[in-house]
C-alpha cells in the first residue's frame, strides 16, 4: 500500500502541521532541518479513530519546504 499525500497546513520551524487524509484531522509532525525533503510519516490519528493498524502504520507521505531554523 502507498502512503497517500498529507496536505501541508503550517510550518513552524521545525513542527509541520498536515491535513491527515485518512481522519481529516491537523497532525503536526516534526521534521528533519534542511528541506525541502519527502518524509514519510505513521498516521498521527486518535486511537478512537477507526482505521486498521497496516493504514495507521502506512500513514503518509509530505513534502517540507526549506526553512532556515
Ligand atoms: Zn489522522
Redesign the pocket.
Known amino acids: 500500500m502507498n502512503a497517500p499525500d498529507a496536505e501541508i497546513v503550517s510550518i513552524r520551524g521545525r513542527f509541520v502541521s498536515v491535513l491527515?487524509p485518512?481522519?481529516a484531522?491537523v497532525?503536526v509532525h516534526g521534521v528533519a532541518p534542511g528541506g525541502p525533503r519527502t518524509e514519510h510519516h505513521a498516521?498521527?490519528?486518535s486511537p478512537y479513530?477507526p482505521m486498521t493498524p497496516e493504514a495507521r502504520a502506512t500513514g503518509y507521505t509530505f513534502t517540507t519546504t526549506t526553512h532556515d531554523n
Open positions: 491527515c485518512y481522519c484531522g497532525h498516521a498521527a490519528c479513530h
